[in-house]
């Protein structure tokens, strides 16, 4: 499973109507299990973003499918980074020359 890191921002639709976030949240939750993919934490930010998330899938196209899922909603807008866990960056820096 890879690891993902997602970087949102709510739209003019999403912060008018900010008080059903939690329940999208929860439905976001529940549509990303049902592609194969975890939400494993949320969190609400300051500064440029309004929130991050950190999701497992099982590959780039499913986290990507995920994504625009979530953007074709029309209440955030997301920048999204593949991430690397230690281990696994552990074995980039062993295998450079």
């Known amino acids: 499973m890879g690891t993902y890191i997602g970087l949102l921002k709510y739209t003019g639709q999403g912060i008018a109507n900010i008080k059903d976030s939690a329940s999208r949240l929860d439905g976001a939750r529940s549509a990303f299990a049902s592609m194969g993919v975890e939400l494993k934490d949320f969190y609400l930010t300051f500064g440029q973003y309004d929130a991050l998330v ?7 196209a499913t986290a990507a499918a995920a994504v625009l899922a979530t953007g074709a909603q029309g209440n955030v807008s997301t920048e999204t980074l593949k991430a690397f866990t230690e281990s696994e960056f552990r074995g980039v820096i062993a295998s450079l020359p």
């Open 54 to 60: 950190v999701m497992e899938a099982p590959d780039d």
